[in-house]
Protein backbone atom coordinates (compact mmCIF):
# COMPACT_ATOMS: atom_id res chain seq x y z
CA UNK A 1 0.00 0.00 0.00
CA UNK A 2 2.65 2.04 0.72
CA UNK A 3 4.43 2.36 -2.81
CA UNK A 4 0.97 2.82 -4.40
CA UNK A 5 0.60 5.45 -1.85
CA UNK A 6 3.73 7.19 -3.41
CA UNK A 7 2.72 6.44 -6.77
CA UNK A 8 -0.61 8.35 -6.07
CA UNK A 9 1.76 11.74 -4.80
CA UNK A 10 4.10 11.52 -7.90
CA UNK A 11 1.33 11.11 -10.38
CA UNK A 12 -0.40 14.13 -9.01
CA UNK A 13 2.84 16.27 -9.58
CA UNK A 14 3.24 14.83 -12.25
CA UNK A 15 0.57 16.08 -13.68
CA UNK A 16 1.00 19.55 -12.11
CA UNK A 17 4.24 19.59 -14.00
CA UNK A 18 2.81 18.30 -17.50
CA UNK A 19 -0.47 20.74 -17.63
CA UNK A 20 -1.32 24.22 -17.68
CA UNK A 21 -4.36 23.73 -17.64
CA UNK A 22 -6.59 20.73 -15.71
CA UNK A 23 -7.66 19.22 -19.43
CA UNK A 24 -7.79 21.28 -22.80
CA UNK A 25 -11.50 19.60 -23.58
CA UNK A 26 -12.91 20.70 -20.39
CA UNK A 27 -14.39 17.83 -19.05
CA UNK A 28 -12.72 18.16 -15.89
CA UNK A 29 -14.34 21.45 -14.88
CA UNK A 30 -17.59 20.76 -16.63
CA UNK A 31 -17.99 17.76 -13.79
CA UNK A 32 -17.37 20.18 -10.91
CA UNK A 33 -20.03 22.54 -12.45
CA UNK A 34 -22.92 19.64 -12.91
CA UNK A 35 -21.84 18.15 -9.40
CA UNK A 36 -22.53 20.94 -7.28
CA UNK A 37 -26.00 21.14 -8.55
CA UNK A 38 -26.29 17.33 -6.78
CA UNK A 39 -28.60 16.42 -9.55
CA UNK A 40 -30.20 12.67 -9.71
CA UNK A 41 -28.89 12.99 -13.30
CA UNK A 42 -27.49 15.45 -16.06
CA UNK A 43 -27.80 15.46 -19.27
CA UNK A 44 -24.89 13.87 -20.83
CA UNK A 45 -24.14 11.22 -17.89
CA UNK A 46 -25.12 9.60 -14.83
CA UNK A 47 -24.15 11.37 -11.50
CA UNK A 48 -21.76 9.27 -9.84
CA UNK A 49 -18.60 11.29 -11.32
CA UNK A 50 -20.17 14.40 -10.84
CA UNK A 51 -20.86 13.86 -6.99
CA UNK A 52 -17.48 12.47 -6.20
CA UNK A 53 -15.93 15.57 -8.03
CA UNK A 54 -18.84 18.20 -5.46
CA UNK A 55 -17.83 15.83 -2.20
CA UNK A 56 -14.12 16.27 -3.30
CA UNK A 57 -14.52 20.17 -4.03
CA UNK A 58 -16.73 20.60 -0.68
CA UNK A 59 -13.63 20.34 1.39
CA UNK A 60 -10.31 20.32 -1.12
CA UNK A 61 -9.48 23.78 -2.26
CA UNK A 62 -10.04 24.91 -5.80
CA UNK A 63 -6.93 24.03 -7.44
CA UNK A 64 -5.38 22.05 -10.19
CA UNK A 65 -3.12 20.73 -7.61
CA UNK A 66 -6.25 19.07 -5.38
CA UNK A 67 -8.33 17.90 -8.78
CA UNK A 68 -4.91 15.81 -9.82
CA UNK A 69 -4.88 14.15 -6.22
CA UNK A 70 -8.53 13.36 -6.50
CA UNK A 71 -8.09 11.66 -9.87
CA UNK A 72 -4.55 9.79 -8.40
CA UNK A 73 -7.16 8.51 -4.95
CA UNK A 74 -9.09 7.24 -7.40
CA UNK A 75 -6.69 5.47 -9.36
CA UNK A 76 -5.03 4.32 -5.85
CA UNK A 77 -8.58 3.14 -4.75
CA UNK A 78 -8.77 0.92 -8.03
CA UNK A 79 -5.46 -0.36 -7.20
CA UNK A 80 -6.29 -1.29 -4.10
CA UNK A 81 -9.36 -2.72 -5.33
CA UNK A 82 -7.16 -5.09 -7.44
CA UNK A 83 -4.95 -6.25 -5.17
CA UNK A 84 -7.96 -7.51 -3.14
CA UNK A 85 -9.26 -9.56 -5.96
CA UNK A 86 -5.86 -10.70 -6.60
CA UNK A 87 -5.89 -11.86 -2.72
CA UNK A 88 -8.63 -14.56 -3.74
CA UNK A 89 -6.64 -16.34 -6.04
CA UNK A 90 -2.81 -15.89 -4.86
CA UNK A 91 -0.80 -15.17 -1.62
CA UNK A 92 -1.05 -11.95 -0.22
CA UNK A 93 2.93 -11.45 -1.39
CA UNK A 94 1.76 -11.73 -4.71
CA UNK A 95 -1.36 -9.85 -4.94
CA UNK A 96 0.43 -7.34 -4.01
CA UNK A 97 2.34 -7.42 -7.51
CA UNK A 98 -0.98 -7.24 -9.21
CA UNK A 99 -1.60 -3.48 -7.58
CA UNK A 100 2.41 -2.18 -8.52
CA UNK A 101 2.30 -3.67 -12.25
CA UNK A 102 -1.01 -2.32 -12.92
CA UNK A 103 -0.02 0.64 -11.49
CA UNK A 104 2.29 1.80 -14.36
CA UNK A 105 -0.06 0.75 -16.91
CA UNK A 106 -1.10 4.46 -18.90
CA UNK A 107 -4.96 3.02 -18.00
CA UNK A 108 -4.06 3.81 -14.13
CA UNK A 109 -1.44 6.66 -15.03
CA UNK A 110 -1.15 9.07 -17.12
CA UNK A 111 -5.13 8.25 -18.52
CA UNK A 112 -6.72 8.34 -14.95
CA UNK A 113 -5.53 11.72 -14.26
CA UNK A 114 -8.15 13.08 -16.73
CA UNK A 115 -11.18 12.55 -14.41
CA UNK A 116 -14.34 11.49 -16.29
CA UNK A 117 -16.83 8.87 -16.57
CA UNK A 118 -14.44 6.97 -18.04
CA UNK A 119 -11.73 6.52 -15.12
CA UNK A 120 -14.26 7.05 -12.39
CA UNK A 121 -15.01 3.26 -13.51
CA UNK A 122 -11.15 2.49 -12.22
CA UNK A 123 -12.20 2.36 -8.78
CA UNK A 124 -15.76 0.60 -8.95
CA UNK A 125 -15.28 -2.26 -11.21
CA UNK A 126 -12.54 -3.79 -9.51
CA UNK A 127 -14.72 -3.49 -6.13
CA UNK A 128 -17.10 -4.74 -7.96
CA UNK A 129 -15.64 -7.51 -9.64
CA UNK A 130 -14.26 -8.46 -6.11
CA UNK A 131 -17.70 -8.27 -4.42
CA UNK A 132 -18.73 -10.42 -7.28
CA UNK A 133 -16.03 -13.67 -6.93
CA UNK A 134 -16.42 -12.85 -2.78
CA UNK A 135 -20.13 -13.77 -3.37
CA UNK A 136 -19.50 -16.29 -5.82
CA UNK A 137 -16.80 -18.26 -3.21
CA UNK A 138 -18.78 -17.63 0.28
CA UNK A 139 -22.61 -17.00 -0.45
CA UNK A 140 -22.14 -14.20 2.11
CA UNK A 141 -25.14 -11.91 2.65
CA UNK A 142 -22.95 -9.43 3.25
CA UNK A 143 -21.00 -9.73 -0.27
CA UNK A 144 -24.46 -10.19 -1.92
CA UNK A 145 -25.05 -6.57 -0.66
CA UNK A 146 -22.11 -5.02 -1.44
CA UNK A 147 -22.17 -7.32 -4.86
CA UNK A 148 -25.69 -5.18 -5.64
CA UNK A 149 -24.96 -1.33 -4.26
CA UNK A 150 -21.46 -1.23 -6.19
CA UNK A 151 -23.01 -2.71 -9.19
CA UNK A 152 -25.80 0.07 -9.47
CA UNK A 153 -22.75 2.75 -8.78
CA UNK A 154 -20.51 1.40 -11.72
CA UNK A 155 -23.94 2.05 -14.05
CA UNK A 156 -24.72 5.48 -12.04
CA UNK A 157 -21.07 6.20 -13.35
CA UNK A 158 -21.32 4.93 -16.85
CA UNK A 159 -23.91 3.37 -18.72
CA UNK A 160 -20.91 1.46 -20.40
CA UNK A 161 -20.29 -0.31 -17.03
CA UNK A 162 -23.42 -3.18 -18.55
CA UNK A 163 -20.53 -4.44 -20.27
CA UNK A 164 -19.33 -5.53 -16.82
CA UNK A 165 -22.36 -6.66 -15.51
CA UNK A 166 -23.03 -8.92 -18.30
CA UNK A 167 -19.39 -9.79 -18.06
CA UNK A 168 -19.96 -11.07 -14.50
CA UNK A 169 -23.21 -12.99 -15.73
CA UNK A 170 -21.38 -14.78 -18.05
CA UNK A 171 -18.60 -15.55 -15.65
CA UNK A 172 -20.98 -17.11 -13.36
CA UNK A 173 -22.78 -19.26 -16.27
CA UNK A 174 -19.77 -20.52 -17.57
CA UNK A 175 -17.96 -21.69 -14.12
CA UNK A 176 -20.08 -24.86 -12.80
CA UNK A 177 -19.40 -23.93 -8.89
CA UNK A 178 -20.62 -20.27 -9.70
CA UNK A 179 -23.76 -21.22 -11.77
CA UNK A 180 -25.78 -22.30 -9.22
CA UNK A 181 -25.63 -19.12 -6.67
CA UNK A 182 -27.75 -17.37 -9.33
CA UNK A 183 -30.19 -19.57 -8.77
CA UNK A 184 -30.09 -19.24 -4.65
CA UNK A 185 -32.61 -16.68 -2.86
CA UNK A 186 -29.49 -14.68 -1.79
CA UNK A 187 -29.09 -13.71 -5.18
CA UNK A 188 -32.25 -11.34 -4.41
CA UNK A 189 -30.28 -9.40 -1.92
CA UNK A 190 -27.95 -8.37 -4.82
CA UNK A 191 -30.82 -7.62 -7.21
CA UNK A 192 -32.33 -5.37 -3.91
CA UNK A 193 -29.46 -3.69 -3.16
CA UNK A 194 -29.18 -2.57 -7.11
CA UNK A 195 -32.73 -1.76 -7.11
CA UNK A 196 -32.41 0.75 -4.08
CA UNK A 197 -28.88 2.43 -5.19
CA UNK A 198 -30.81 3.08 -9.18
CA UNK A 199 -33.86 4.25 -8.05
CA UNK A 200 -33.27 8.00 -7.85
CA UNK A 201 -31.50 8.08 -11.11
CA UNK A 202 -34.52 5.84 -12.98
CA UNK A 203 -37.01 8.41 -11.51
CA UNK A 204 -34.68 11.17 -12.80
CA UNK A 205 -34.50 9.26 -16.32
CA UNK A 206 -38.39 8.84 -16.24
CA UNK A 207 -39.06 12.37 -15.05
CA UNK A 208 -36.80 14.39 -17.67
CA UNK A 209 -37.93 11.80 -20.71
CA UNK A 210 -34.69 9.73 -20.56
CA UNK A 211 -31.83 12.46 -21.94
CA UNK A 212 -28.86 10.74 -20.98
CA UNK A 213 -29.99 7.41 -23.33
CA UNK A 214 -30.41 10.50 -25.86
CA UNK A 215 -26.91 11.41 -25.85
CA UNK A 216 -25.59 7.93 -25.62
CA UNK A 217 -27.14 6.88 -28.87
CA UNK A 218 -25.68 9.70 -30.93
CA UNK A 219 -21.86 7.23 -30.13
CA UNK A 220 -23.95 4.33 -32.36
CA UNK A 221 -24.66 4.12 -36.07
CA UNK A 222 -22.09 3.20 -38.90
CA UNK A 223 -21.55 0.07 -41.36
CA UNK A 224 -20.53 -2.96 -39.28
CA UNK A 225 -17.34 -3.31 -41.20
CA UNK A 226 -16.42 -0.09 -39.54
CA UNK A 227 -17.42 -1.54 -36.32
CA UNK A 228 -15.73 -5.01 -36.78
CA UNK A 229 -12.19 -2.52 -37.66
CA UNK A 230 -13.03 -0.21 -34.74
CA UNK A 231 -13.01 -3.21 -32.68
CA UNK A 232 -9.49 -4.38 -33.76
CA UNK A 233 -8.17 -0.87 -33.29
CA UNK A 234 -9.64 -0.94 -29.78
CA UNK A 235 -8.05 -4.25 -28.76
CA UNK A 236 -4.70 -3.51 -30.22
CA UNK A 237 -5.02 -0.35 -28.11
CA UNK A 238 -5.67 -2.24 -25.24
CA UNK A 239 -2.74 -4.52 -25.84
CA UNK A 240 -0.35 -1.73 -25.79
CA UNK A 241 -2.10 -0.38 -22.71
CA UNK A 242 -1.04 -3.30 -20.83
CA UNK A 243 1.88 -3.79 -22.18
CA UNK A 244 4.18 -2.03 -19.42
CA UNK A 245 2.26 -3.44 -16.68
CA UNK A 246 3.40 -7.39 -18.67
CA UNK A 247 6.75 -6.01 -18.71
CA UNK A 248 7.25 -4.84 -14.92
CA UNK A 249 5.29 -8.52 -14.20
CA UNK A 250 8.22 -9.94 -16.08
CA UNK A 251 10.75 -7.87 -14.33
CA UNK A 252 9.70 -9.94 -10.43
CA UNK A 253 10.06 -12.99 -12.00
CA UNK A 254 13.15 -15.09 -10.90
CA UNK A 255 14.58 -16.53 -13.73
CA UNK A 256 13.07 -18.59 -16.66
CA UNK A 257 11.55 -15.39 -17.67
CA UNK A 258 11.46 -16.50 -21.24
CA UNK A 259 9.09 -19.55 -20.43
CA UNK A 260 7.18 -17.24 -17.95
CA UNK A 261 6.28 -14.58 -21.01
CA UNK A 262 5.32 -17.58 -22.77
CA UNK A 263 2.87 -18.74 -20.16
CA UNK A 264 1.37 -15.35 -19.17
CA UNK A 265 0.57 -15.21 -23.06
CA UNK A 266 -0.94 -18.36 -23.29
CA UNK A 267 -2.85 -17.38 -20.57
CA UNK A 268 -5.10 -14.94 -21.95
CA UNK A 269 -6.21 -17.67 -25.10
CA UNK A 270 -5.84 -21.01 -22.94
CA UNK A 271 -8.97 -20.77 -20.49
CA UNK A 272 -7.89 -23.87 -18.71
CA UNK A 273 -5.19 -22.18 -17.58
CA UNK A 274 -7.56 -20.93 -14.85
CA UNK A 275 -11.27 -20.15 -15.75
CA UNK A 276 -12.39 -18.32 -13.14
CA UNK A 277 -9.51 -15.48 -13.77
CA UNK A 278 -10.35 -16.10 -17.34
CA UNK A 279 -13.51 -15.37 -17.35
CA UNK A 280 -13.00 -12.04 -15.24
CA UNK A 281 -10.41 -10.71 -17.76
CA UNK A 282 -11.56 -11.78 -21.06
CA UNK A 283 -15.31 -11.47 -20.21
CA UNK A 284 -15.35 -7.59 -20.46
CA UNK A 285 -13.48 -7.65 -24.11
CA UNK A 286 -15.87 -9.94 -25.40
CA UNK A 287 -18.81 -8.67 -24.15
CA UNK A 288 -17.41 -5.00 -25.65
CA UNK A 289 -16.89 -6.77 -28.84
CA UNK A 290 -20.21 -8.42 -29.19
CA UNK A 291 -21.93 -5.16 -28.37
CA UNK A 292 -19.71 -2.83 -30.87
CA UNK A 293 -20.46 -5.62 -33.89
CA UNK A 294 -24.66 -5.86 -32.84
CA UNK A 295 -25.08 -2.10 -32.22
CA UNK A 296 -22.43 -1.17 -34.78
CA UNK A 297 -20.78 1.56 -32.23
CA UNK A 298 -17.74 3.16 -33.31
CA UNK A 299 -15.77 2.61 -29.57
CA UNK A 300 -13.02 4.34 -28.47
CA UNK A 301 -9.99 2.92 -27.11
CA UNK A 302 -10.39 4.84 -23.31
CA UNK A 303 -13.90 3.20 -22.99
CA UNK A 304 -12.45 -0.13 -21.98
CA UNK A 305 -9.33 1.86 -19.37
CA UNK A 306 -11.61 0.04 -16.43
CA UNK A 307 -11.84 -3.37 -17.86
CA UNK A 308 -8.71 -5.22 -16.88
CA UNK A 309 -8.79 -5.27 -13.47
CA UNK A 310 -8.33 -8.99 -13.69
CA UNK A 311 -5.54 -9.45 -16.52
CA UNK A 312 -2.53 -9.30 -13.61
CA UNK A 313 -4.14 -11.55 -11.29
CA UNK A 314 -4.66 -13.76 -13.86
CA UNK A 315 -0.98 -14.02 -14.61
CA UNK A 316 -0.01 -14.29 -11.13
CA UNK A 317 -1.94 -16.90 -10.38
CA UNK A 318 -0.89 -19.34 -13.19
CA UNK A 319 2.86 -18.32 -12.92
CA UNK A 320 2.54 -19.37 -9.50
CA UNK A 321 0.66 -22.44 -10.61
CA UNK A 322 3.36 -23.15 -12.23
CA UNK A 323 5.91 -22.93 -9.77
CA UNK A 324 7.65 -19.60 -10.35
CA UNK A 325 9.17 -17.31 -8.11
CA UNK A 326 8.29 -14.01 -7.76
CA UNK A 327 10.40 -11.33 -6.18
CA UNK A 328 8.03 -8.67 -4.87
CA UNK A 329 10.76 -6.72 -3.29
CA UNK A 330 12.40 -5.88 -6.59
CA UNK A 331 9.49 -3.59 -6.82
CA UNK A 332 10.97 -0.88 -5.29
CA UNK A 333 13.90 -0.69 -7.46
CA UNK A 334 11.45 -0.96 -10.31
CA UNK A 335 9.23 1.70 -9.38
CA UNK A 336 11.32 3.95 -8.00
CA UNK A 337 13.45 4.19 -12.04
CA UNK A 338 9.87 4.12 -13.00
CA UNK A 339 9.17 7.15 -11.37
CA UNK A 340 11.96 8.89 -12.01
CA UNK A 341 11.30 8.61 -15.82
CA UNK A 342 7.94 10.03 -15.21
CA UNK A 343 8.64 12.83 -13.21
CA UNK A 344 11.51 13.86 -15.99
CA UNK A 345 9.30 12.91 -18.71
CA UNK A 346 6.12 15.22 -17.66
CA UNK A 347 8.58 17.93 -16.37
CA UNK A 348 9.95 18.44 -20.43
CA UNK A 349 6.18 17.55 -21.50
CA UNK A 350 5.22 20.94 -19.52
CA UNK A 351 8.50 23.22 -20.21
CA UNK A 352 8.20 22.32 -23.82
CA UNK A 353 4.31 23.32 -24.14
CA UNK A 354 4.80 26.01 -22.41
CA UNK A 355 7.88 27.34 -24.75
CA UNK A 356 5.40 26.54 -27.95
CA UNK A 357 2.70 28.40 -26.16
CA UNK A 358 0.20 24.89 -26.41
CA UNK A 359 -3.19 25.85 -25.27
CA UNK A 360 -2.87 23.03 -22.64
CA UNK A 361 0.10 24.78 -21.48
CA UNK A 362 -0.61 28.44 -21.96
CA UNK A 363 -4.61 29.15 -21.80
CA UNK A 364 -4.89 31.33 -18.74
CA UNK A 365 -8.05 29.72 -17.65
CA UNK A 366 -7.26 30.09 -13.71
CA UNK A 367 -6.01 33.79 -14.35
CA UNK A 368 -9.45 34.77 -16.41
CA UNK A 369 -10.93 33.18 -13.25
CA UNK A 370 -9.19 35.23 -10.58
CA UNK A 371 -9.49 38.76 -13.17
CA UNK A 372 -13.11 37.97 -13.30
CA UNK A 373 -13.71 37.41 -10.04
CA UNK A 374 -12.07 40.37 -9.02
CA UNK A 375 -13.97 42.85 -11.47
CA UNK A 376 -17.39 41.53 -10.17
CA UNK A 377 -16.23 41.96 -6.54
CA UNK A 378 -15.15 45.71 -7.02
CA UNK A 379 -18.33 46.36 -8.98
CA UNK A 380 -20.81 44.78 -6.13
CA UNK A 381 -19.21 43.38 -3.12
CA UNK A 382 -19.47 40.06 -3.29
CA UNK A 383 -19.00 36.94 -5.43
CA UNK A 384 -20.38 36.24 -9.01
CA UNK A 385 -23.40 34.45 -8.62
CA UNK A 386 -23.70 32.94 -11.97
CA UNK A 387 -21.39 32.69 -15.36
CA UNK A 388 -22.15 32.23 -18.62
CA UNK A 389 -20.37 32.53 -21.88
CA UNK A 390 -17.71 30.53 -24.12
CA UNK A 391 -18.27 27.19 -22.48
CA UNK A 392 -14.55 26.25 -20.82
CA UNK A 393 -13.81 29.54 -20.27
CA UNK A 394 -17.39 30.52 -17.91
CA UNK A 395 -17.05 26.88 -16.67
CA UNK A 396 -13.78 27.70 -15.10
CA UNK A 397 -14.51 30.98 -13.60
CA UNK A 398 -16.86 28.83 -11.49
CA UNK A 399 -14.71 26.46 -10.89
CA UNK A 400 -11.89 28.65 -9.35
CA UNK A 401 -14.37 30.35 -7.65
CA UNK A 402 -14.19 28.28 -4.17
CA UNK A 403 -18.07 27.10 -4.54
CA UNK A 404 -19.81 30.28 -5.06
CA UNK A 405 -20.39 30.99 -8.55
CA UNK A 406 -23.34 28.65 -10.80
CA UNK A 407 -22.40 27.84 -14.54
CA UNK A 408 -25.60 28.69 -16.90
CA UNK A 409 -24.89 27.06 -20.63
CA UNK A 410 -26.50 29.45 -22.77
CA UNK A 411 -26.33 27.93 -26.10
CA UNK A 412 -27.86 24.60 -24.39
CA UNK A 413 -29.93 25.68 -21.40
CA UNK A 414 -31.50 22.48 -21.38
CA UNK A 415 -28.29 21.03 -20.16
CA UNK A 416 -28.25 23.64 -16.92
CA UNK A 417 -31.93 23.07 -15.92
CA UNK A 418 -31.88 24.30 -12.50
CA UNK A 419 -31.13 28.16 -13.90
CA UNK A 420 -33.80 30.18 -15.84
CA UNK A 421 -33.36 33.57 -17.67
CA UNK A 422 -35.22 35.03 -14.77
CA UNK A 423 -32.68 34.13 -12.40
CA UNK A 424 -29.67 35.69 -14.19
CA UNK A 425 -31.43 38.91 -14.25
CA UNK A 426 -32.53 38.26 -10.49
CA UNK A 427 -29.28 37.57 -9.39
CA UNK A 428 -27.30 39.04 -11.80
CA UNK A 429 -24.57 37.37 -14.10
CA UNK A 430 -20.95 38.02 -15.53
CA UNK A 431 -20.52 36.03 -19.68
CA UNK A 432 -17.57 36.09 -20.81
CA UNK A 433 -15.94 35.32 -24.31
CA UNK A 434 -13.14 34.62 -26.61
CA UNK A 435 -12.14 37.27 -28.55
CA UNK A 436 -12.85 35.24 -31.79
CA UNK A 437 -16.34 33.77 -30.39
CA UNK A 438 -18.48 35.36 -32.41
CA UNK A 439 -21.54 33.60 -31.35
CA UNK A 440 -21.34 33.83 -27.45
CA UNK A 441 -20.72 37.62 -28.16
CA UNK A 442 -23.54 38.21 -30.10
CA UNK A 443 -25.81 36.42 -27.82
CA UNK A 444 -24.25 37.81 -24.74
CA UNK A 445 -24.97 41.21 -26.11
CA UNK A 446 -28.37 40.49 -26.57
CA UNK A 447 -29.12 38.95 -23.56
CA UNK A 448 -27.52 41.48 -21.20
CA UNK A 449 -27.79 44.58 -23.18
CA UNK A 450 -24.29 45.81 -22.29
CA UNK A 451 -21.30 46.99 -23.46
CA UNK A 452 -18.58 44.61 -23.28
CA UNK A 453 -15.17 44.95 -21.37
CA UNK A 454 -12.17 43.41 -22.54
CA UNK A 455 -10.15 41.58 -20.38
CA UNK A 456 -6.08 40.90 -21.34
CA UNK A 457 -4.48 37.78 -19.26
CA UNK A 458 -1.60 35.70 -19.56
CA UNK A 459 -0.53 32.68 -17.82
CA UNK A 460 3.28 32.64 -16.06
CA UNK A 461 5.04 29.54 -15.61
CA UNK A 462 8.76 27.81 -15.93
CA UNK A 463 9.71 31.80 -15.20
CA UNK A 464 8.36 32.99 -18.34
CA UNK A 465 5.32 35.22 -18.76
CA UNK A 466 3.41 33.31 -21.63
CA UNK A 467 1.24 35.60 -24.59
CA UNK A 468 -1.27 37.14 -23.26
CA UNK A 469 -5.13 36.31 -24.57
CA UNK A 470 -7.86 38.49 -24.88
CA UNK A 471 -11.55 37.92 -23.88
CA UNK A 472 -14.80 39.79 -23.84
CA UNK A 473 -17.31 40.29 -20.61
CA UNK A 474 -20.21 41.74 -20.05
CA UNK A 475 -22.12 42.58 -17.19
CA UNK A 476 -25.81 41.84 -16.40
CA UNK A 477 -26.45 43.76 -13.64
CA UNK A 478 -28.38 42.35 -10.44
CA UNK A 479 -31.92 43.06 -10.16
CA UNK A 480 -32.00 45.90 -6.76
Known amino acids: MALLLVHAFVWTF ?30 KHPPLFAWITAAWFSVAPHTDMA ?7 NAFAGLLGIVALAKRFVPLRLAAIAGLAMAVSPLYSNLAIKFNANSVLLSFWPWTAYFFVRYMQTRSWRAAIALGALAAATILGKYFSVVLLIALFLAAVARPAWRGRLFECRILLVAAACAVVLAPHIHWLVTHHFPTLA ?53 V ?49 VLDRAGFALKPECAVRVLAGYWLIVLMGTAAVGYIGARRNTDDAAEPRAELAIAAHELWNHRFGHDIPVVAGSIHEAQSIAFYSEGHTQFWDMSEPETTPWLKVADLSRRGALFVCRKSDASCIEASERITGALPITLTVNKYAWRRALPARDYLLFVLIPAR
Open 14 to 43: AAWLSRGNLDVQGDMIENYVWGIEWQAGYA
Open 215 to 267: YADKRTGGTLLAAVARFGVYTLAQIGYLAVSFVVTLLLVRGRRGQAARLMAAS
Open 67 to 73: YFALSAL
Open 269 to 317: VKPSLNPDLWWLALGPLIVVGLIATVAKTQMASVWGMAQWFAIVPLWLA
